[in-house]
């Protein structure tokens, strides 16, 4: 069995920020470098680095990574895009690696530059100009595949959950938000999740609409951030750290990306062998307040222990980053018991962690 023996992230900032200029590996690498320094690993026992990144062209991010970070050149990194979900599916990947003995030391988790992505252009076979784009394709079904806003819309108005609801929970992820001691790494002036603030149900009330019930407040930012765990084996982790005891990435309706979560959740659950209401500690991503409570909902989990440090609303969504800082904040907010990470990712995929203390 595979243990998370560290975790550290940067700060998370909003696209345009403080990080506007970096490129991933200039976010990633001092990340990687201090995930080494807490557990007391060297670079030089790294058998793999993977990488999640869901906005970047290719290149093999993980590659650049790790050898921007020191790593030893044999480390050949392996970069993952499974969009939202990416940087948890990258630790469940680590999992699979060391459990099956290929690897003992894995580094996992990703990085994305929301101000550095590159212009997106679709370009005209028939030799007329290229058309630039801004969202992928998530299905082959241009009506199955709905914008994320307007599929949390729609959620949101076949569960019920009004904007008062959503705006309820965006102002409570703020007020639970704190600094985070010890799992951010200090870049570029940065020590802190820079966009958590004092936000009040009045001015969520008078937020902008971006569609539906769905609004610049109870809706997670656009960011740039990197973050990473480290994944052992259990002869190198010795007893301790957390012990991943089970996890799942399941595919759903890609109408209703933002349930997916709910059967990678009880899936997760049902490995471990443990039921929702022994969960001590949630992570469950907030890219929309409307998601959030219906993945809370869905799952049977106790609102007390979900996002007690606040989550994405309050932070903000770097794509393929973010199932990584729920990873990273788990690690550090778990005090004792049953842990659980989960996220949603666009054309209905859920991915799922659990782990114990």
């Known amino acids: 069995m595979s ?36 557990a007391g690993i060297t670079a030089g026992a790294v058998d793999e680095l993977i990488c999640a990144n869901a906005l970047g062209a290719g290149g093999n991010p993980a590659r650049r990574v790790a050898l921007a970070a020191g790593l030893p050149e044999r480390v050949a990194g392996l970069s993952v895009d499974r969009q939202c979900a990416g940087g948890l599916d990258a630790v469940l990947l680590a999992r699979a690696l060391v459990d099956s003995g290929a690897a003992e030391v894995v580094i996992a988790g990703g990085v994305e530059s929301y101000s550095r992505r590159p212009i997106r252009l679709r370009s005209d076979p028939g030799g007329g100009p290229a058309v630039v784009y801004d969202q992928a394709r998530f299905t082959p079904w241009p009506d199955r595949d709905p914008g994320m806003a307007e599929a949390a819309a729609a ?74 765990v480290l994944v052992v084996s259990d002869r190198i982790a010795a007893g301790r750290g957390l012990r991943i005891v089970g996890g799942a990435t399941l595919g ?99 991915t799922a962690l659990v782990v114990q203390k």
């Open 155 to 228: 959620l949101a108005a076949r569960l019920g959950i009004a904007r008062a609801a959503q705006d309820a929970w965006a102002v409570a992820s703020h007020a639970k938000a704190r600094v985070c001691a010890g799992e951010i790494v200090a870049l570029a002036g940065v020590e802190r999740d820079v966009f958590a603030r004092g936000l009040s149900l009045a001015v969520a009330a008078r937020a902008k609409v971006l569609t539906g019930t769905i609004t610049a407040a109870n809706a997670a930012v656009a960011a740039d951030a990197a973050a990473f």
């Open 252 to 350: 759903g309706d890609p109408v209703e990306p933002g349930l997916a979560p709910v059967a990678a959740i009880a899936a997760a659950l049902q490995r471990a062998g443990v039921a929702a209401d022994q969960v001590a500690a949630a992570e469950v991503m907030e890219a929309y307040a409307a998601q959030a409570i219906a993945c809370l909902t869905g799952a049977g989990l106790d609102a007390a222990v979900v996002n007690i440090g606040g989550g994405a609303l309050a932070r903000g969504h770097p794509i393929g980053a973010s199932g990584a800082v729920l990873a990273v904040r788990l690690f550090h907010e778990l005090q004792a018991g049953i842990g659980l990470a989960a996220i949603a990712a666009a054309g209905g995929i859920g």
């Open 3 to 38: 243990a998370i023996l560290a975790a550290k992230r940067t700060g998370v900032v909003p696209r345009g920020g403080a990080f506007a200029r970096l490129e991933i590996e200039d976010l990633a690498a001092p990340v990687v470098q201090a995930l080494l320094a807490a």
